[in-house]
DNA sequence: CCGGATCCCTTGCGATACTG
DNA sequence: CAGTATCGCAAGGGATCCGG
């Protein structure tokens, strides 16, 4: 967990992960489609556009799509009357869990930090 | 780190977490910013502005003020000729360190995952 | 060297309405 | 219900110049 010095070509590794990270996570819903479907394993369209407070479903539609594409989540339309469609995480998308758990643990300390108390 | 359903305040508190954490760490340029100083532990203006490539020193200068006013970096003048100035994190920023390092694994992780290779 | 001020443009995103 | 199409705005951010 220490950052010291090392050489410059693993500096570089992790500068390009770190961004290929972003890359996916980017945009100001993402995260919180991601742990709004984790939350509850498998989620339909509609619900997501509730836990997500604010989004539009323009923008829920697209970065779903967006996340699809990087194989985060799986898309699966149900036969019901009216079709409803359904996302759950992939194998990949599951190992976000621990940044998600991460950021909601670091959010927490850091609300007690600035603001004072929980 | 499972994602189980819970209480619904529980989960509320999650989303404030959650919440809490982007709004300190949004923005195109936040975990670019504070990978460079973590790395290095302390790092000049300057610096920083060649590690975070395409960064503009406008960009660079405000991000930073954000950062000190959340309490993650210190700023310091160096009393030289001209002057500089060094960051570094605070023991708050430290603990971002976490963070940081999950992104980084998770990128080189998803890299291999859609690319195919590192 | 640090970083503020100005100008300007791009694009992310919201609102709304519409289709299968 | 799930998703698409269109319009339009405002914030974010780049380029450049300036001052301490």
Redesign the pocket.
């Known amino acids: 967990m220490e950052c010291k010095p090392e050489f410059q070509d693993d500096r570089k590794k992790e500068m390009r992960a770190v961004h290929d990270a972003m890359d996916v996570l980017n ?2 819903w993402k995260i919180y489609i991601i742990s709004s479907i984790c939350h509850y394993n498998k989620r ?3 619900d997501i556009l509730e836990d997500v407070v ?6 829920l ?1 697209k970065e ?2 967006e996340l699809e594409i990087n194989k985060l989540i799986k ?1 699966t339309v149900l036969e019901t009357q ?4 359904q996302y759950e995480l992939t194998e990949h998308g599951k190992t976000l869990k621990t940044i998600i758990s991460n950021l909601t643990d670091w959010g927490m300390k850091h609300r007690k930090e600035i603001i004072g108390k929980d």
């Open positions: 945009g100001k339909r369209f509609s604010g989004i539009s479903n323009k923008m539609s779903l799509k898309r009216p079709i409803t469609v």
